[in-house]
Nanobody
Framework: QVQLVESGGGLVQPGGSLRLSCAAS????????MSWYRQAPGKERELVAT????????NYADSVKGRFTISRDNAKNTVFLQMNSLKLEDTAVYYC?????????WGQGTQVTVSS
C-alpha cells in the first residue's frame, strides 16, 4: 500500500525552527521527485520546495528561500524540510508529494503553527 506520512509539525514562536519528515512506504522513493506544499486557511495550496529524484537539484518558493531546506535520504525512504526563521505567514498545513510521470502521491499533511 502506497503511503506518505508527514510528521514534525507543531506550534513554534516566530524565529523558531521545525524539521518536517515525510516517510514513504509502498514504493521506491528514490525514483520520485519529492515536493513540499502548504495550504493556509482560505488560501490555495502552494509549492514550497522540490528536490529531484537523485537529490541533486532543489527549487524553492521565493517566500522561503534562504530559510527552508529540502533534503532526502533515499536509503530511509524519507524526505525532510528544515524550516528556520519561521514567520507568522508560514502557518499552514504542510503536505509532501511524490511525483514520477503520471504517478502522484500525497500525504495527509502536518500542521505548522507559528504564533507568539
Amino acid at each position: 500500500q502506497v503511503q506518505l506520512v508527514e510528521s514534525g509539525g507543531g506550534l513554534v514562536q516566530p524565529g523558531g525552527s521545525l524539521r518536517l519528515s515525510c516517510a514513504a512506504s509502498g514504493f521506491i522513493l528514490s525514483n520520485y521527485a519529492m515536493s513540499w506544499y502548504r495550504q493556509a486557511p482560505g488560501k490555495e495550496r502552494e509549492l514550497v520546495a522540490t528536490v529531484t529524484a537523485a537529490g541533486g537539484g532543489t527549487n524553492y518558493a521565493d517566500s522561503v528561500k534562504g530559510r527552508f531546506t529540502i533534503s532526502r535520504d533515499n536509503a530511509k525512504n524519507t524526505v525532510f524540510l528544515q524550516m528556520n526563521s519561521l514567520k507568522l505567514e508560514d502557518t499552514a498545513v504542510y503536505y509532501c508529494k511524490a511525483t514520477r510521470g503520471y504517478r502522484v502521491y500525497w500525504g495527509q499533511g502536518t500542521q505548522v503553527t507559528v504564533s507568539s
